[in-house]
């Protein structure tokens, strides 16, 4: 018993003491909650990059009046520009089939059937190469060879990591910037930040090269320019700033 009554007396003795502690402590969190507030704000970064690989397709297109003789002047046709590529690319390059069709050819009249007059057979190979000097090359050897049918070339960048952290680096930068610029104007500084998000990162890639039918002249090696790529960033970051008001 005077054990219990020993520890009751402890705790009343400690009650008023625990109270005292802590009421400064959270008059103090309201008083600063007060004091500050919190700003979101965006930064864009667009930036520029030399591609590292190019990516070409290229179509044998034949036709004739069967299917079988489309097919087989196709598949002579096609052998030969997969022979070609292999050589003018180099062993670096990608080379692969991405798409095959044999369609009949039809003529519509109006309040007739339509009338199949041929058929026409393609044969579509994409190359992916890091060498881009040897382009021209590529194309011109693809199109002496028997392609008739350019698709286009397409730059991209797959070593883009140090371009990503540099467009992510200014994105940040500007949205850091943009919060202090809102501290100052309220006569305060920046406490901290709260949190930041990235909203996006864009590498399009770049078309650059179109035809419809590949025609080369004997005396010059089709012309490709590189050129270079928009990488873009965007952050958005939400910072404590305590004004002077």
Do not use: H, W
């Not at 005292?20 to 500050?36: F, N």
């Not at 060498?131 to 060879?145: F, K, P, Q, Y």
């Amino acid at each position: 018993m005077k054990r219990l009554l020993m520890l009751i007396g402890m705790l009343a003795t400690l009650g008023p003491t625990m109270s005292v502690y802590s009421q400064p402590t959270q008059q103090t969190t309201r008083e600063e909650s007060k004091r500050s507030t919190r700003v979101m704000v965006s930064g864009d970064s667009l930036i520029q990059a030399q591609p590292d690989t190019a990516i070409l397709v290229l179509s044998v297109v034949s036709q004739a009046k069967r299917a079988i003789d489309a097919q087989q002047e196709n598949a002579t046709k096609s052998q030969a520009v997969l022979n070609a590529l292999k050589s003018a690319a180099g062993t670096g390059a990608e080379i692969k089939t991405s798409g095959y069709s044999v369609e009949p050819q039809r003529v519509y009249k109006e309040g007739q059937p339509p009338t199949i007059t041929g058929y026409e057979a393609r044969n579509s190979v994409t190359v992916t190469t890091s060498d881009l000097s040897r382009l021209g090359a590529v194309i011109d050897a693809a199109a002496t060879a028997g392609v008739n049918d350019i698709d286009g070339i397409t730059f991209t960048l797959r070593q883009d990591r140090s371009a990503r952290d540099r467009a992510l680096s200014e994105a940040t930068r500007e949205a850091m910037s943009k919060a202090q610029v809102i501290a100052q104007a309220l006569g305060g500084r920046v406490v901290r930040i709260v949190e930041v998000q990235e909203e996006g990162f864009q590498r399009p890639p770049q078309p650059i090269y179109r035809g419809a039918e590949a025609m080369v002249a004997r005396d010059k090696s089709t012309p490709i320019e590189v050129g270079s790529l928009d990488i873009s960033s965007r952050v958005q970051l939400i910072a404590e700033v305590e004004p002077n008001l």
